[in-house]
């Protein structure tokens, strides 16, 4: 038998420098737009490049390795920065809560542990499927980056010039606010008279990560997430003040002291639009659930046929070979016994109740939600991680109230076992991916699933470092930072933690949204967070979007279209690595004292005016550079 090369030292080291710099990256992108962009294709891309150029023979499966060990920065960032930044946001109100790097690494790397050893058992359900059934995009386009191996340098070349085009654009923004990030309807005269009398408002961040984002997206996609943005926005915001001008509604927020009337846009949005889109994300994760129980009881069912036969008929067939099954079982248990002494003792202050009820709770819904992560995954390339971990903090701070945990302490604990779930489920939706690439390039999926833990570890202790360097930098509670998922914990669970009444009629009325156009077939999650996400952070993904689809059709001669899409892929990765790299850059900057003072600048229109030249020079450059 052919000698396997997929784990050595070449794999290993660029597999965690990988982890490591796009952990960084999708950590800063993520916290700022709300959108984890999944870092496997500008991985595979690298990887191939620099096996190229150092010359390596039969790379491939060592590229896989690569790809699979990074691959764990995307989907350990955003179980952590979808949930754990609401301590932080929380902790403006509430001094007495507190989050350290320990706890933000624990949570994290159970959930990914976590993740890992719940979706081995489904693996041949979902990767040995015809591809019919499961179409696995991501992992398709994937695969062929990586079997392109001979082309490495030139898929490499326009992905670092992108990469470093974008960064530096970013970089200039972020750093010496040569020009505005946002280009908005108020830098002229009738937009401001729009936005006072009328609540109108139009946004758009002209960044190049977020354009990049875009693209990858796709213009369908983008478009329905921004038309839910549009309806909160141009719609909900006037409608709550034309029917409520004279009218303080804080029933559920106390804070509260402005009639409607006089709010802001914005400060419509985020009193009472934001509660729209909450329920209609919690309302999509219920009804991904109820979509997908046949494909859990499928898959549970095949686990135990599987069981039931021995390892050993395997052995003639290396690609079959997963992790023993006796080694997942006792894994599994020891890692939820951890993170019940976890739960214990660095979370719950001792109280064995309290610890009992998070590990059951914690437990059943990450199992139960991995199949729902891996089928999304292998079917849109999407995983709606957000609205069921949304579901479980719901579900958490219900039940923990009812056992006698309230408060700030109800709080920080329901937040850590979220992350923790939010972490697995995320894991759970990217390792599918990895391992249906190994299942395509003939690599030992037992390789994979053992490497798959030391880029956990690393990309766990990478995001909790950039998650607490970010927030002394900028501080989540700002709104520099938009963290929009994080903002959603948050928003949800005070009230429930605090017995002030939540507002349950503005969850209804987005449930009720996501009921209505999932029967109109149209995808309500993406629906949902356009309607929570800030309008400025959603219409750049339609441009973005609205690139692709000019870069795409422009030509009569379909194999040219494809090409060109596929140059356009490289570009916007590059964007979007190049820009949040940059952005953490400047993070480190200001986190070390250096930091321009452009407030004044920003405050005049013609920074915007200056924003909008820069933007459209960089879409120019991003369309002609797909020709070449």
Not at 74 to 101: C, N, R, W
Request: a neutral charge; proline letters at 4%.
């Amino acid at each position: 038998m052919k000698q396997r090369n997929e784990v050595n030292t070449w794999s290993i080291t660029w597999g965690i420098l990988m982890a490591v710099l796009f952990s960084a990256a999708a950590a800063y992108l993520g916290l700022k737009v709300g959108q984890v962009f999944e870092a496997a294709i500008p991985i595979a891309i690298i990887a191939v490049g620099v096996s190229a150029a150092a010359k390596r023979s039969n790379a491939l499966r060592e590229n896989v390795i690569i790809q699979s060990i990074g691959a764990c920065s995307g989907a350990v960032v955003a179980g952590a920065i979808f949930t754990l930044p609401a301590i932080y946001i929380l902790q403006a109100k509430y001094p007495e809560m507190s989050a350290d790097f320990l706890k933000i690494f624990i949570a994290s790397l159970l959930g990914g542990v976590l993740g890992i050893l719940f979706l081995i058992p489904f693996r041949k359900f979902f990767v040995e499927a015809p591809q019919e059934q499961f179409p696995f995009p991501e992992a398709t386009a994937t695969t062929q980056v990586l079997k392109s191996g001979n082309e490495g340098s030139s898929q490499a070349r326009p992905l670092l010039f992108a990469g470093l085009i974008g960064g530096l654009y970013d970089f200039v923004i972020a750093t010496f606010g040569w020009w505005n990030e946002n280009v908005t309807s108020r830098m002229i005269p009738y937009g401001e008279d729009l936005a006072e009398k009328a609540k109108l408002v139009f946004k758009n961040n002209t960044g190049a990560a977020i354009l990049g984002l875009g693209y990858i997206v796709g213009f369908r996609y983008a478009l329905i997430i921004t038309l839910g943005s549009l309806f909160v926005w141009w719609i909900f915001v006037p409608a709550m003040a034309l029917v409520f001008p004279d009218v303080i509604l804080n029933q559920w927020n106390p804070a509260i002291t402005t009639t409607v009337g006089d709010m802001s846009p914005e400060q419509i949005f985020t009193s009472y639009g934001k509660s729209i889109g909450i329920g209609a994300i919690a309302m999509a994760g219920i009804i991904g659930i109820i979509k997908s129980w046949g494909v859990i009881k499928s898959a549970v069912g095949l686990v135990g046929s599987q069981n039931n036969q021995s390892n050993q008929n395997n052995q003639s067939f290396p690609i079959s070979q997963d992790l023993p099954f006796k080694f997942i079982a006792i894994a599994s248990v020891i890692t939820l016994l951890i993170t019940f002494l976890f739960f214990w003792f660095g979370v719950m202050d001792g109280n064995l109740l309290f610890a009992a009820v998070a590990i059951i709770l914690t437990a059943v819904i990450a199992f139960l939600f991995t199949t729902v992560a891996a089928n999304a995954i292998a079917i849109v390339g999407s995983n709606p991680v957000s609205g069921m971990t949304l579901m479980t903090l719901i579900l958490a701070s219900v039940v923990l109230v009812a056992v006698g945990l309230k408060g700030t302490g109800g709080m920080v604990a329901a937040l850590i076992m979220g992350g923790v779930v939010c972490t697995a489920l995320s894991m759970a939706g990217s390792f599918i991916t990895d391992l249906k690439i190994g299942y395509w390039t003939d690599t030992l999926p037992k390789k994979q699933e053992t490497w798959k833990f030391l880029g956990t570890l690393v990309s766990a202790a990478t995001v909790g470092g950039v998650m607490m360097l970010l927030n002394e930098t900028y501080g989540f509670a700002s709104g520099t930072l938009a963290a929009p998922q994080a903002n959603a914990m948050a928003a949800v669970i005070d009230p429930l933690m605090n017995g002030v009444g939540a507002p349950w009629i503005l969850y209804a009325i987005g449930a009720a949204i996501a009921i209505i156009l999932t029967l109109c077939k149209v995808p309500a999650l993406a629906f949902a967070l356009g309607m929570f996400i800030p309008l400025e952070l959603n219409v750049p993904l339609v441009i973005g979007g609205a690139v692709n689809w000019y870069v795409t059709t422009r030509s009569k001669d379909e194999t040219i279209n494809k090409k060109r899409g596929e140059k356009g892929n490289l570009i916007a990765s590059g964007f979007i690595a190049g820009g949040a790299l940059m952005g953490v850059i400047s993070a480190l900057l200001r986190f070390s004292g250096i930091q321009f003072d452009y407030a004044e600048w920003w405050s005049n229109p013609l920074s915007e005016l200056l924003s909008l030249v820069a933007y459209i020079l960089l879409i120019i450059y991003f369309v002609r550079a797909t020709k070449e």
